[in-house]
């Protein structure tokens, strides 16, 4: 894997300085067009690291506006990974949809929790789709990881749950289980990140854009017609 370094400094500050103008434009501006028919489909959307269902507002009254019925997660602040996050999301979609499959929408840390969560639980889940979600690099490659570190209290490449790896012919997805799909057994040492890019042939995501981002985070303005749900 090729290490790419932190960005600089001078980008930090730049998003420190826009943080404030995003969290109050992801609350409170309007709604933006989508031309999609959503037909009354549930949408569970799940917020980014140290940000709570009113950072998601503008983004579920866009998908409430195009026929989406849209709930935020109902987990407070997402304040990282925690022993019994992926559970008490199964509680949420038990009360929201106990009879129907559900679209997860992630943004950032939230997309991780989403991937994960459908791995567990696919019949549950209709399609997932993230937002700046750091599946596929090195969990160090930013400048968050201390601050993640020091909120959660637990490293950044070892979450306190179990992440599976892959899924053998059986049906097992545990990564101590080599199973009959013939698939060595990985180490746990493996990052976080590192086993979220292993395990795509597990749970395929289906999304057909590429989300435009300012310093800030997400532009939700240029997010149009360009969303497969």
């Known amino acids: 894997m090729i290490l790419a370094p932190p960005p600089s400094k001078r980008l930090l500050l730049r998003e420190s300085t826009s943080f404030a103008f995003m969290r109050a434009r992801a609350s409170f501006a309007p709604a933006v067009p989508i031309d999609v028919d959503g037909e009354g489909r549930k949408v569970l959307v799940f917020p980014g690291f140290m940000a709570s269902d009113r950072t998601t507002a503008r983004l579920r009254r866009s998908l409430d506006a195009a026929g989406f019925q849209s709930h935020g997660w109902g ?3 997402n304040g990282g990974v925690r022993s019994d996050t992926l559970d008490r999301i199964r509680n949420r979609i038990d009360l929201l949809a106990p009879d129907e499959q559900v679209t997860l929408v992630g943004w950032s840390l939230g997309g991780l929790l989403a991937r994960e969560y459908a791995k567990i639980d696919p019949d549950r889940v209709a399609k997932v789709i993230t937002l700046g979600s750091p599946f596929s690099a090195h969990p160090r490659a ?3 990881w201390r ?4 909120i959660a209290r637990h490293r950044v ?7 599976r790896l892959h899924e053998c012919q059986s049906g097992c ?3 101590n289980c080599a199973g009959d799909c013939g698939v060595k057994a990985q180490q746990s040492s493996k990052s976080f990140t590192e086993v979220l890019s292993l395990s795509k042939h ?4 289906r999304t057909n854009f590429e989300a435009p981002f300012t310093s800030g985070g997400l ?3 240029k997010l149009r ?3 497969s749900f």
Do not use: C
């Open 173 to 175: 997805y545990s990564r």
């Open 219 to 221: 532009r939700l303005d």
């Open 202 to 205: 597990a749970f395929k995501e």
């Open 157 to 163: 490449d070892a979450p306190p749950i179990e992440v």
């Open 225 to 227: 017609a360009t969303v």
């Open 142 to 144: 930013n400048n968050a």
């Open 147 to 150: 601050v993640y570190q020091l």
């Open 75 to 77: 987990l407070g602040r």
